[in-house]
């Protein structure tokens, strides 16, 4: 796309290659909007922009009174180590943990880490609960007859917009609207499967994926991931080369547990791979427009040559979980999954449709967005600074690409599910990694939210949790 | 339950007598309220009661200005014959067909005769978009967080409730909300079965089942059933003996698309005939509620001893569609069924689930079935009186106990296809009968919708619809 840039668009360019090439470093004060308006002729408000643009981008910061600084990189922590999980198809078993964490009660007193909810009390997000209100307001009706089975044509239009910032091109036709990501996987899994097949997963991965391998009378497969490159696609091509693999199950983009990103060229990478097996790649893309980057990273949907790409994602990460929105640009398998996504639940209803589409339509979902993205990646540093400090040494912490969870590997000898039993009468919440594995793996590993505490609360949280682990050393 | 009745029920109960002894008979002027003031020494009120009682059971109707009359009774029709399915387990077809009527954009120029549409423009549904309406004002936070993912508390217990009308003895726990009764009936499928199991069905039947038996890699064995005592006991228990039948999925109370009501005493052989096969039963209630009798008729799940009924149901019928709210009572397949409901869809929203709650909780959506099911009932009456007069002379008309759509059979020699193909270009809408079907059978069948049509409209579609058929005698 050769877009020409605008006038803020040049002015933040040439800041940031300062910032790249070592022009300004870490903590430099940066030049005052007076010296930029005069030194480019433009207007104060175009400065204000530019810079706007690079606090968005998480470069530079602004210190109340004081104008704009370079912002602090974190360093990233002891990262995880690979893991190394068994190479053959299992079953996957867990349901009665996974279980247990769903019906957990919310406790407001407790500093909640376990849920991968985001924050929801940003006033970013008001634009879309006053239209639901309006909506309801004004035309009632419209949730009461069934809507389009594929979902509602507004909304659909206004998902191929925000898919090009992935590098999609997509067409409403080639959308199905979803109860949330979840149908939206179970799905594409349906779809693309026959009962007893083999379905290639990410080791750690998000525990309603593999109880929806389950449920579909699967197997997995459980493929290494390196906490800083992802999916190890040396181990992929090794279990691809053994055994009759029908579909790999990847979140490339902020995945959950881990928060990394693979790289685009590791996308392409992974998406020559599936084609010369000729396997299908279902990417779950729920986190990927709370990325840290701007631009956001693609998508391995945006590689797509055949169809082969089954693209999953809701508002639920980036927006808010309980409005059951999510989506599949299914590729080749359309027909398949608009049969399965009938057969699943009908159609969705209209109205939180209608108001998604309005949110993202309005430029709303785009601030609010960017809004979030800097709230975690803040929290992501503190949450990381605070575990540094308080647990024991010999503790490796991922360091997510954005999102809001990260994911915990203590030494070998500490046990997360003895934390977690102890955690329910403590005032903090965790989830063990045992969920993250197919058959109870991770149990020294735990998965940790920071999408809404005050930096206190965090604190608290986090030395408490602190002490739960250390008093296994008297054990 | 031994209650004491209260005084208008009392004088219903005299009254009721009295037409079905024949003291009073069709069309004959009930006394006026005067008269039975002063013959039960009761208050204006409680005989006016008495007679909303049974002008709500369609025994009587209120003629303006000049009293109450006993109701004219409808004759049945000649009803469709017996169907006569293949007796073995075959594979589910007939999605494009079905794909096609879905897709079909609602045409408000139309009559629209064919989708299982409610009446949606009934003022009996406003408490419920008020309802809606306020929630969203003054609780907009609550749609969200993720809620229980057995569905919100308040509506389980409402749904214990009205259970209990169809003498269900039920417990909140018991209960798992759904998104409608089409994923109620996928879950449950799934719980019960593995891969290449049997099921059995009515024939002919919904659908949606029937796809979703296609898409859960079942086989559909179907069973006949007769349009006025319903599923085919005899037929059953053959195909039990002679084949390996995992469940039957049974719609037995106004089913879709017959509008039969089995008999107590057939359900509970049903039951009985699971019990000594040791199959499980699925139930769907789904037009339950807006069965013409008072009290509505029992479920099989009434009878259930040892929880091997799984009852579906959802409020897309007695209410509205696009509310998206159904559920499950899934007997002894609680755990699995909780399971395949989260990898399904994860959680339902919130929202709907209060507005429902209070709907049953203050009494509105009692007296919205109440109403609905008059209307319903003069419907079916006009509708067949349509029929009579205008189709061509060997049709036979299914005479619904209870929601708004009928079973026609035409002559062997018309083709319900080519009608429906025709039907595109005219100004009325059918379902036709292969859809009802597993493998494209009742070619001279279709289904008709009586819901929301006043009277004038629903004989021009009905004259039309029979130009449409007439046709084919030229041919
Ligand atoms: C990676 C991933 N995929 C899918 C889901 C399910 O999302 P939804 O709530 O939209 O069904 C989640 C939610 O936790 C998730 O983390
Ligand atoms: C017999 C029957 N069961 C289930 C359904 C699906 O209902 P819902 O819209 O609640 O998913 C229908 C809808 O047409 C139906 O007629």
Redesign the pocket.
């Known amino acids: 796309m050769a877009t020409t840039l605008k006038l803020y668009e040049q002015i933040a360019k040439v800041l940031r290659e300062n910032i790249h090439t070592g022009l300004f470093v870490e903590g430099d004060k940066l030049p005052s909007i007076r010296q930029l308006v005069s030194e480019f002729e433009v207007s104060i408000s175009t400065v204000q922009q530019a810079y706007h643009q690079l606090e968005m981008e998480g470069l530079i910061e602004a210190r109340p009174k004081s104008g704009y600084f370079v912002a602090h990189k974190m360093d990233s922590p002891d990262l995880p180590i690979t893991s190394r999980p068994a190479q053959r198809p299992i079953e996957v078993s867990q349901w009665q943990d996974v279980l247990e964490v769903l019906l957990a009660k919310e406790d407001k007193q407790k500093v909640q880490l376990q849920h991968a909810m985001p924050n929801m009390k940003v006033s970013s997000l008001s634009p879309l609960l006053k239209k639901m209100s309006w909506l309801m307001r004004q035309q009632a009706e419209i949730s009461l007859p ?1 809507c389009d089975i594929k979902g509602t044509l507004a909304l659909r239009e206004q998902i191929v917009e925000i898919a090009t910032y992935s590098g999609c091109v997509l067409h409403p036709d080639d959308l199905v609207i979803t109860s949330g990501c979840q149908e939206a996987l179970s799905v594409c899994l349906r779809a693309v499967t026959e009962p007893a097949d083999i379905v290639a997963v990410e080791s750690p991965s998000f525990y309603g994926s593999m109880q929806a391998i389950k449920a579909a009378n699967l197997k997995a497969i459980e493929i290494p991931t390196n906490s800083e490159n992802g999916l190890s696609l040396e181990a992929l091509e090794l279990a691809l080369e053994q055994w009759p693999i029908k579909a790999i199950l990847v979140t490339p983009t902020v995945n959950n547990p881990m928060g990394f990103s693979m790289s685009e060229a590791d996308k392409k990478r992974l998406y020559q791979l599936a084609q010369s097996y000729d396997i299908s790649i279902i990417e779950d893309d729920i986190y990927g427009d709370i990325s840290y980057q701007s631009p956001r990273p693609k998508t391995i949907k945006s590689f797509d040559e055949d169809g082969r790409v089954l693209l999953c994602s809701s508002f639920s990460k980036s927006v808010a979980p309980g409005i059951r929105v999510g989506w599949i640009a299914p590729g080749r398998y359309r027909d398949k999954v608009t049969h399965i996504k009938y057969v699943s ?3 969705c209803p209209t109205l939180p449709q209608l108001a998604i589409a309005d949110f993202i339509q309005s430029g709303a979902y785009a601030r609010h967005t960017r809004k979030v993205r800097l709230l975690y990646k803040q929290g992501r540093d503190h949450l990381i600074q605070c575990i540094k400090q308080h647990f024991p040494i010999g503790t490796r912490i991922s360091f997510p690409q954005g999102g809001y969870i990260l994911w915990v590997e203590l030494d070998k000898r500490y046990d997360t599910v003895k934390v977690y039993a102890q955690s329910k009468k403590s005032t903090v919440s965790i989830a063990p990694g045992t969920l993250f594995s197919a058959t109870g793996k991770f149990r020294h590993c735990m998965r940790l939210n920071f999408s809404e505490k005050t930096a206190l609360e965090r604190e608290q949280g986090i030395i408490e949790l602190a002490n739960l682990i250390k008093q296994q050393d008297n054990d």
Chains 1, 2 share one sequence.
Do not use: G
Request: aromatic share 24%; proline share 0%; no cysteine.
């Open positions: 069934y639940s009908s159609m």
